[in-house]
């Protein structure tokens, strides 16, 4: 669904502000591909695009950053009631600050296990490849 993004920053170093403020807003859209109760695997689709203005203290102008995040996730039932997997791949694509606009994306790969130990109480761990490409595409 819907969301609004706010930061604020206060920082200096050397003596220089570095201070900053930011708004925007995004939306979340989510789109289950497969239920993992019906088909034994769960696959979702997410598209997540976002705008944030940020308004950076002692700079002449403001910059707008644009995101867009592509996702696929996967889980299934390794033992019923016990143990559960699931793998996600994420794309994220920025363009950001003011014209001409820097362009970047983060891959990021994660697979993770959970264990339930009892009803309502889980256990987990993740591991996660994270590269970040200097284009909108996966070149570095």
């Known amino acids: 669904g819907p969301y609004v993004l706010g930061t604020f920053t206060d920082a200096s170093a050397g003596g220089i502000s570095a201070d900053s403020r930011g708004y925007g807003a995004g939306v979340e859209m989510t789109y289950r591909l497969l239920g993992r109760d019906m088909h034994g695997i769960g696959l979702t689709l997410v598209i997540d695009p976002s705008v944030t203005r940020t308004d950076p203290d002692g700079i002449a102008r403001n910059f707008t950053t644009y995101n867009t995040g592509i996702r696929l996730f996967a889980d299934k039932t ?23 606009y820097g362009r970047s994306s983060t891959l990021t790969l994660a697979g993770s296990l959970a264990w339930q130990v009892q009803a309502g109480l889980y256990l987990s761990g993740e591991v996660r490849d994270m590269r970040k490409h200097n284009e909108l595409g996966l070149d570095k």
């Open 78 to 100: 390794l033992i019923p009631n016990t143990l559960y997997a699931a793998v996600n791949v994420s794309q994220d694509l920025t363009w950001t600050g003011p014209s001409p």
